[in-house]
Nanobody, 125 residues
Framework: QVQLVESGGGLVQAGGSLRLPCAAS????????IGWFRQAPGKEREFVAA????????SYADSVKGRFTISRDNAKNTVYLQMNSLTPEDTAVYFC??????????????????WGQGAQVTVSS
């Protein structure tokens, strides 16, 4: 079992940056694919980025490609989402999630077994 805790959320002006850590418990953390999703008020939860268990491969939503970077430090059981050039459209609750599925695409919510509680990110114009 994996427990996930997001931090680093907050209020930032448009054009600014934030880094969201996702700290995980569990000795098998390195075997999980980790994804970030976000949910804005009144909208469905959407895929943001994912990093595969080996750490070498990543996937991004088109809306964040070139602005966000996902990385992981398996020694620290932590995945990071670096968010640059933020816009008000990035305002949402951000969730990290862990998946051991190798058949369901990482962009799909149903691929994930464990979820964090979420971190609020608010971008002001």
């Amino acid at each position: 079992q994996v427990q996930l805790v997001e931090s680093g959320g907050g209020l930032v002006q448009a054009g600014g940056s934030l880094r969201l850590p996702c700290a995980a418990s569990g000795r098998t953390f390195s075997s999980y694919n980790i994804g970030w999703f976000r949910q804005a008020p009144g909208k469905e939860r959407e895929f943001v980025a994912a990093i595969f268990w080996g750490g070498g491969a990543t996937s991004y939503a088109d809306s964040v490609k070139g602005r966000f970077t996902i990385s992981r430090d398996n020694a620290k059981n932590t995945v990071y989402l670096q968010m640059n050039s933020l816009t008000p459209e990035d305002t949402a609750v951000y969730f990290c999630a862990a998946s051991r599925s190798y058949s369901i695409p990482v962009i799909t919510i149903t691929a994930y077994d464990y979820w964090g509680q979420g971190a609020q990110v608010t971008v002001s114009s």
